[in-house]
């Protein structure tokens, strides 16, 4: 281990240490009724996404993750571009 990960490691641990306090003083918020509501959602998501990680990124097409192929296609006129695609009536 280099000199610049142990201060990085020793960070991260001291960080765990305040897991359960962090853990809770977020579920107090999101339960507070009196706390605004942009509050309660932050903690809602906080929560959410360290006990089941950040949702997979969806397309259009409700599929997540895989490639996506994006056609460019360049033409002087709206119609030649229309005819280009095949979308001429």
């Given at each position: 281990m280099s000199e610049s990960e142990a201060p990085a490691l020793a960070l991260e641990d001291l960080?765990?240490?305040h897991?359960?306090?962090a853990l809770a003083t977020l579920s107090g918020?999101?339960?507070d009724e009196t706390a605004a509501p942009a509050a309660r959602i932050s903690a809602a998501n906080a929560l959410l996404q360290w006990g089941f990680g950040r949702p997979a990124a969806r397309s259009r097409s409700g599929s997540a993750g895989g490639a996506q192929l994006?056609?460019?296609s360049w033409a002087e006129t709206k119609g030649e571009?229309?005819?280009e695609n095949?979308?001429?009536d």
């Open positions: 960080a765990r240490t897991a359960v306090a918020i999101m339960m994006v056609r460019l571009a229309d005819a095949g979308l001429t």
